[in-house]
């Protein structure tokens, strides 16, 4: 019998193999992936229409897969002359690995307390200079000696009472000595600095390249280059799709303020550099959707602060990157919301998919359907895996809605994520019964509690109509017992 999945050699859906790539996860939507693929490779966009729960999101992120990582980093930087424009900078991965080598460049070397000169080390709180025990410069008595470390500089007739009560002070050591060294003919300056139980050393080429990168203006990284490629911005708020600036309570008051290149915060157009941006719903964006249009078009899109009464109001930073692969989705009867210039933008230089909502029920796609069902256990991670058998009456009902929902015959519904809910409930159940596997018993006992509840109300009201009636007149009735049932509780 057709119906039958034929696979003899499985058992259960722990055998079933699940692809390692993500595209490969996606079942039934075959057109789908094949454009998906092709346009990570070649930087196009994506309309995806189609119903809820058929995967429009998991290729969208599945393509971010495909896609080489980021190799850019935007960062805003203070405008000394002219604090409320702040500048963009874009670094790459190469400058990025540049700047940390020179950063380690002006930490100098880290040495062994042991093996500075023991004047430093006693300066510095490493060394008592009673006994000569080395030890941490936060303890201020020597722990073998029990005497204070502080090293006695000034000679006072109280420096001994002094000493002590500065070790209980922990003022007993210095965070820096300053020393020189002749080396040849020319004397240098050298800088011992604590930094934990070593003792950072500094030449005089060390303290040059320091002061350099001390003197650039500070900058802020707002879209840093290890992110994640694939953003959601799936009902966002204005400022979270475009970026904002934030208010600061003292606005622009150059000594209690805080400096707006601080304050500046990227959106998603920007954190979707180089990688994807999925917009689920494109149409709720309503008048937003032009922004989205100008960032692709411009490839750059400002960041100003969005709300007036902020004092981010003032503040914009132009030229902020926002070069994304927009996949956006939505339904076929709001196809017609999209902004016509943003969908033309998408067709010319993109693809726009129906997604599938059925597929054909043959031996192939059942396997699909197993495969699936692993999926979704594996992604769960709390329940076990499903017996044939079990799998059998979630592919049943598969078909039951190819059949009922979108009137095929002979087909699978492509409506996964509630299939999805479906096997989780049966895990959740069979969890309870303490079976080792989903089992068919508990994938129907899952399919009773997973009916749509308009699908019970038809089954105990007989109509929606009348459960409606039924409703009406009950809570009127209601709300007549209710005061009816005051007064009986009162005075009986
Ligand atoms: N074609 C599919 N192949 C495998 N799993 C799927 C598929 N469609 C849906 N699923 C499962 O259902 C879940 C939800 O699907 P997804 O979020 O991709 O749907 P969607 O079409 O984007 O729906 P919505 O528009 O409501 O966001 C997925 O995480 C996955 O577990």
Redesign the pocket.
């Given at each position: 019998m057709g119906s039958y999945i034929n696979f003899d050699e499985y058992t259960d859906t722990s055998m079933i193999k699940i692809p390692a790539n993500p595209l490969d996860?996606?079942?039934?939507?075959d057109e789908a992936v094949k454009l998906a693929l092709m346009a990570a490779r070649q930087r196009r966009n994506l309309l995806l229409v189609?119903p809820?729960?058929?995967?429009?999101?998991?290729i969208a992120q599945a393509m971010s897969f495909y896609l080489p990582r980021p190799q850019e980093e935007i960062r805003v930087v203070h405008n000394p002359v002219y604090p409320e424009r702040p500048f963009v900078e874009v670094k790459t991965r190469d400058e990025i690995e540049r700047e940390k080598i020179e950063m380690n460049s002006i930490e100098g070397q880290l040495i062994d307390p042991k093996d500075a000169p023991q004047n430093v080390a006693e300066r510095l709180g490493y060394r008592c200079p009673h006994c000569g025990f080395y030890s941490s410069p936060s303890e201020n008595v020597c722990p073998q000696c029990g005497n204070t470390k502080m090293v006695n500089t000034a000679q006072s007739p109280f420096s001994d009472v002094f000493n002590v009560i500065g070790a209980a002070f922990g003022v007993g050591s210095n965070e820096r000595v300053t020393q020189t060294r002749r080396i040849g003919e020319h004397e240098e300056v050298i800088v011992y600095e604590r930094q934990g139980d070593k003792i950072r050393v500094m030449d005089e080429k060390t303290m040059e390249r320091r002061r350099k990168i001390e003197k650039k203006s500070p900058s802020k990284v707002i879209v840093p280059i290890d992110r994640n490629p694939f953003v959601l911005a799936t009902g966002a708020s204005e400022t979270e799709l475009l970026g904002d600036v934030r208010h600061d309570p003292y606005g622009g008051h150059p000594q209690l303020g805080t400096l707006p290149y601080e304050r500046v915060v990227a959106g998603a157009v920007h954190m979707a550099h180089e990688g994807v941006l999925f917009i689920?719903e494109i149409t709720h964006l309503g008048n937003l959707q032009r922004f989205i249009l100008t960032a692709m078009q411009e490839k750059s899109f400002p960041i100003i602060g969005r709300n007036p009464q902020s004092a981010g109001a003032s503040v914009r930073v132009d030229d902020v990157p926002s070069d994304f692969i927009l996949v956006a989705?939505c339904n076929i009867a709001d196809l017609q919301y999209i902004l016509s210039p943003l969908r033309s933008r998408i067709i010319g230089n993109g693809y726009e998919i129906l997604m599938e909502t059925v597929m054909e029920d043959n031996e192939k796609n059942r396997l699909k359907y197993l495969q699936?069902i692993a999926?979704?256990i594996n992604?769960d991670g709390r329940i076990p895996h499903m017996t044939i058998d079990g799998a059998y009456v979630i592919i049943q009902e598969g078909r039951r809605k190819a059949k009922e929902i979108d009137g095929k015959d002979n087909a699978l519904s492509?409506r996964?994520?509630e299939l999805?809910g479906l096997v989780r409930a049966a895990g959740d159940i069979a969890v309870e019964n303490n079976h080792k596997l989903i089992e068919k018993g508990d994938v129907i006992e899952a399919l009773k509690l997973y009916i749509p509840v308009e699908e019970k109300i038809k089954k105990y009201y007989g109509s929606m109509e009348n459960a409606l009636r039924t409703e009406a007149t009950g809570s009127q009735k209601g709300v007549y017992n209710y005061s009816n049932g005051v007064d009986d509780g009162i005075y009986n």
């Open positions: 996860r996606v079942i039934g939507q189609g809820p729960g058929v995967g429009k999101s998991m689920d989705a699936f999926q979704e992604m492509l996964l994520r999805g």
